[in-house]
């Protein structure tokens, strides 16, 4: 299928972007190069001036309110919200209607699940690419807040990717996209804590939504076309394409048609344009299958870890709200939260003022409590001559 970006590839661009292109082996990069500028200049604008814009006018006091670490996660969710929906949509189309990639789905077209070219295929690649760079440089540069995980999950997303446009697996990219077919429910759960609906039905219903769509995309059927790829790349092994052709150190048979536009515009000559090569070097599916096998890894844990979190929204016997370790897990710079804390410092500084003239305090103890779902409380005990005392002010 011819790709249905309506925005050609501009020749300059094209120019300026083949020598670098060649010299890193990226063959239909010049093609496409356009989409990722695009797809990453769409996703800073969406972080920089839409979020802020939409939640603003629709949550006007909560955005407001928040630190500015908090602020940061939100404006990345909307993004990462935006991103799946697209992507998926993408994916999706290419999957049920390129007819051309479907024909690649038999047994024996392992040649072109590997090496084969497709220009819808491409953009969807393009737009995944340029949001998985997106996702480094603000991984990179928020670290503290993202995490290691998150960094080393967008190297291995960018490693991918950006290998596809040798090209190499285009038929997989639509596939292992649509673990993005989670990202929805998971953001939507996220949102949830920060708009007051923690424990509510909403919350409830997407949390059985989000561990379903994430269990079925990114563990079951990323798992099984892990291994069909994994098949794929070792059926070319096996067949001797780890072995370089008399003319692979030609570079003039590996660039001939990178930056041809020609093939661009003719959906008839792009399947087999740039399989001339059909060469695979050791180290591509090394790295290939080594960023795969971490993405796998990384959605097991988050799996594990995703379902803990939610439990931890609801009371028992289905959560964990209020047991052992999971009293307190919201996180602060609400201005509801400030409120309560507030209240409770100055219920706390009353009871060691009053404390504070009796001659007999000794033995008194001042203590500061939390309860399960967030408020304060000052609790005095001990006893003296005059009596016991005990009393408790909630916050």
């Not at 209607?97 to 789905?105: A, I, L, N, P, T």
């Not at 928020?142 to 960018?158: C, E, K, N, Q, T």
């Not at 991918?160 to 997989?172: D, H, N, Q, S, T």
């Not at 090394?286 to 796998?296: D, K």
Request: charged share 20%.
């Amino acid at each position: 299928m011819r790709d249905p970006f309506p925005i050609a590839p501009p020749p300059v661009l094209v120019r300026l972007t083949k020598p670098y292109a060649d010299a890193l082996g990226l063959s239909t990069l010049p093609l496409h190069i356009h989409e990722v500028l695009f797809a990453l200049c769409l996703y800073t604008f969406v972080c920089t001036v839409v979020s802020p814009y939409l939640s603003k006018k629709f949550y006007p006091e909560r955005y407001a309110a928040l630190n500015h670490r908090t602020k940061v996660s939100w404006d990345v969710h909307v993004v990462s919200f935006v991103q799946s929906c697209i992507i998926c949509s993408l994916s999706l189309y290419i999957i049920l209607f390129d007819e051309d990639r479907k024909s690649w789905r038999g047994a024996d077209r392992w040649q072109e699940r590997v090496w084969g070219y497709s220009g819808a295929t491409g953009l969807c690649q393009s737009f995944a690419l340029g949001y998985f760079t997106w996702d480094l440089i603000m991984c990179t540069w928020r670290v503290d807040i993202f995490g290691w995980g998150m960094l080393a999950h967008a190297v291995s997303a960018v490693s991918v990717f950006a290998l596809g446009y040798r090209p190499f697996c285009y038929f997989w990219a639509p596939v292992f996209l649509l673990y993005e077919l989670s990202s929805p429910f998971l953001n939507i759960h996220w949102f949830c804590d920060k708009v007051g609906l923690t424990g509510s039905t909403t919350q409830a219903v997407n949390g059985a939504l989000l561990t379903g769509s994430f269990f079925g995309c990114r563990i079951v059927w990323g798992m099984y076309n892990s291994y069909n790829t994994f098949h794929d790349l070792y059926t070319a092994y096996a067949a001797g394409h780890s072995h370089a052709p008399a003319w692979a150190s030609d570079k003039n048979m590996r660039t001939a048609v990178s930056g041809d536009l020609g093939i661009y515009y003719d959906a008839g000559r792009q399947e087999r344009a740039f399989m001339g090569q059909q060469y695979l070097p050791p180290w591509l599916p090394i790295i290939y299958l080594a960023s795969n096998l971490v993405l796998n890894a990384l959605n097991v844990w988050w799996f594990f870890k995703m379902i803990q979190t939610i439990r931890k929204r609801f009371d028992p016997p289905f959560g964990t709200k209020g047991v052992g370790s999971d009293l307190m897990h919201y996180e602060p710079g609400s201005r509801e939260k400030k409120l309560a804390d507030d209240k409770a410092a100055a219920a706390l500084a009353k009871g060691r003022a009053s404390l504070a003239g009796s001659a007999d305090r000794e033995g008194f103890e001042v203590q500061r409590g939390v309860y399960a779902d967030g408020r304060k409380s000052v609790e005095v005990t001990g006893s003296s001559s005059k009596g016991s005392v005990r009393s408790r002010r909630k916050a």
